[in-house]
T-cell receptor
Framework: SQKIEQNSEALNIQEGKTATLTCNYT??????LQWYRQDPGRGPVFLLL?????KEKRKERLKVTFDTTLKQSLFHITASQPADSATYLC????????????FGRGTSLIVHP | DGGITQSPKYLFRKEGQNVTLSCEQN?????MYWYRQDPGQGLRLIYY???????QKGDIAEGYSVSREKKESFPLTVTSAQKNPTAFYLC????????????FGQGTRLTVV
């Protein structure tokens, strides 16, 4: 069955550094992949979408890559700030093209001043 | 001001009681979803609806029920049959077509007392 894996351990980095989060998936070939941000006690907020034929997507300090051979997406935040501290979730649409977002567990990012 | 609204934000339930969580959206979205999130866990799909008057079970539907009588509304009832209902419940909506992002409500934290 479809499986999405994100590092369950929190990522701690210093302000100003680049944070890199990983999303791996198995048993599926998604047409696209999405990244969301979730703050404690709040619902996730959409950040970026990358299609299977796109290698890289950028939005301000965010960059997402998508390697369909490795079945992996990397999410980068450059010049990180304490305000970037949150949990970041990747999501794929469910197998069969039903457009139902299926989420990974998320990785917590903590940016230290 | 378009968005998706969940209420209440906090809910306490006695064992053996049914409770209903409200979810309303004014985004004119066809698809709506209910997810459950437990500490350190990802979002697990309870039910989804891709069109009015139709809904489907997700991965953990046992002990829950929904209705979709109006496009704007997708209430979730947590029944007494749900053995471990204490969790954070998230409602989302989307256009339900390819590449559409999900918009989430603020969530309802349900606690069984």
């Amino acid at each position: 069955s479809q499986k999405i894996e994100q590092n369950s351990e929190a990522l701690n980095i210093q302000e100003g550094k680049t944070a890199t989060l990983t999303c791996n998936y198995t048993n599926y070939s998604p047409a696209y992949l999405q990244w969301y941000r979730q703050d404690p006690g709040r619902g996730p907020v959409f950040l970026l979408l990358i299609r299977e034929n796109e290698k890289e997507k950028r939005k301000e300090r965010l960059k997402v890559t998508f390697d369909t051979t490795l079945k992996q997406s990397l999410f980068h935040i450059t010049a990180s700030q304490p305000a970037d501290s949150a949990t970041y979730l990747c999501a794929l649409d469910r197998t069969g093209g039903s457009y139902i977002p299926t989420f990974g567990r998320g990785t917590s990012l903590i940016v230290h001043p | 001001d378009g968005g998706i609204t969940q209420s209440p934000k906090y809910l306490f339930r006695k064992e053996g009681q049914n409770v209903t969580l409200s979810c309303e959206q004014n985004l004119n979205h066809d698809a709506m979803y209910w997810y459950r999130q437990d500490p350190g866990q990802g979002l697990r799909l309870i039910y989804y609806s891709q069109i009015v008057n139709d809904f489907q079970k997700g991965d953990i539907a046992e002990g829950y029920s929904v209705s979709r009588e109006k496009k704007e509304s997708f209430p979730l009832t947590v029944t007494s049959a749900q053995k471990n209902p204490t969790a954070f419940y998230l409602c989302a909506s989307s256009r339900g077509q390819g590449e559409s992002e999900a918009f989430f409500g603020q969530g309802t934290r349900l606690t069984v007392v």
